[in-house]
């Protein structure tokens, strides 16, 4: 999506918000796999508008909240919602589930469930880029929260000192889990804990799409050749940490003022203002969009459930015997009599 113009910006936004919704649909209606999973309502153009002015080769990891980041990045919605169902036919044969997808043709080296678990990943990822020399750039997606990981310090610092072309991009959607982010930390300016490390620094606007994609393209730029960088980008979360959280600790009148952060809004405003797309041209795009998640929805509950003898499968070797499962041993030992 490198150079994408606004329609194709929003449009993005659209899909990731429309597989949101009918992600949180399957949760629902008990079809999901495992008891938790994390909504990025209200980060579309964090995700769309980074991923947008990566390029072909670049790798990134992701976060507990990172589906909208895989799809931006061209995921197939299908195989994303069956691993989330837990499905043989999803992206890691619905071993993985909502928190850990992964898929290395897509460079996509891992979703993690530990806040900033992801994020020394990258840095290994651009230590083999600078040594192969592939123009490649490796982005670490995180939270706010992963700020307070001692992790993310210690990866910044090797990142500068060996000039790798690493860029680090916090979502900073005002709240680890139930703590607000001026609660958690005395300077909110998160852009400039990355600044004393010697890294290329910003702060954009995540109401704006736009912004981000030219703040994540001119330090994308810069990481290539070789300044590691870091960009923070201050959205709105707009539903609770996981599905089953509330979110008590907020007031409604902070959650109606927080949305109107909203970035589809705003991109839909600036889209019929200057007259590149007029309402119908939108609703219909919408329309669109609705169909193909839809779909996927159908895809994932149509599929079937992984094998009890695939649970071995990518944990050892290929070339070593598959260890003999608990219930396989006891039922030969009785057999034994």
């Given amino acids: 999506m490198k150079n994408s113009t606004l329609p194709e910006l929003y449009e993005e936004m659209r899909r990731v918000r429309t597989f949101e919704e009918r992600v949180g649909e399957l949760f629902v209606r008990g079809q999901s796999a495992g008891s938790m999973l994390h909504l990025s309502i209200g980060e579309e153009s964090a995700a769309v508008g980074v991923c947008a002015s990566m390029r072909d080769g670049d790798t990134f990891t992701t ?48 979703a993690n469930a530990i806040v900033g678990g992801g994020i020394p990943a990258v840095v290994g990822a651009g230590l083999s880029a600078r040594h192969t020399q592939s123009g490649a750039v490796s982005v670490a ?62 702060t954009a606007d995540g109401l704006d799409v736009e912004e981000v994609v030219d703040a ?81 929805i159908d895809f994932a509950v149509a599929g079937q459930e992984p094998q009890m003898a695939s649970m071995f499968r990518d944990v050892y070797d290929a070339a070593q015997p598959e260890p003999e499962p608990v219930r396989t041993r006891i039922d030969r030992v009785l057999a034994q009599g």
């Fill in 63 to 110: 976060h507990h909240r990172g589906h909208g980041i895989f799809l931006a990045r061209g995921a197939d919605p299908n195989r994303m919602m069956a691993e989330i169902a837990g499905k043989q036919n999803g992206y890691c044969q619905g071993k993985g589930g909502s928190m850990h997808i992964a898929d290395m043709g897509l460079g996509h080296l891992g």
């Fill in 141 to 202: 997606f995180f939270g706010d929260g992963a700020t307070g990981q001692g992790i993310l310090y210690e990866s910044m610092n090797m990142a500068a000192l060996w000039n790798l072309p690493v860029m680090f991009v916090c979502i900073n959607n005002q709240y680890g889990m139930g703590t607000r982010i001026d609660q958690a930390t005395a300077n909110p300016n998160l852009h400039e804990r990355a600044e004393a490390f010697g890294l290329a620094a910003r």
């Fill in 216 to 296: 994540a393209g001119v330090l994308l730029d810069g990481a290539r050749s070789g300044k590691p960088a870091f960009l923070a980008i201050d959205c709105y979360r707009f539903y609770g940490h996981a599905r089953k959280d509330k979110s008590p600790y907020r007031t409604d009148s902070e959650e109606e003022e927080g949305r109107k952060k909203d970035p589809l809004i705003h991109a839909r405003g600036k889209l019929m203002a200057s007259g590149l797309m007029s309402e119908a041209d939108i609703n219909a795009l919408d329309a669109r969009v609705a169909v193909e998640m839809d779909a996927s």
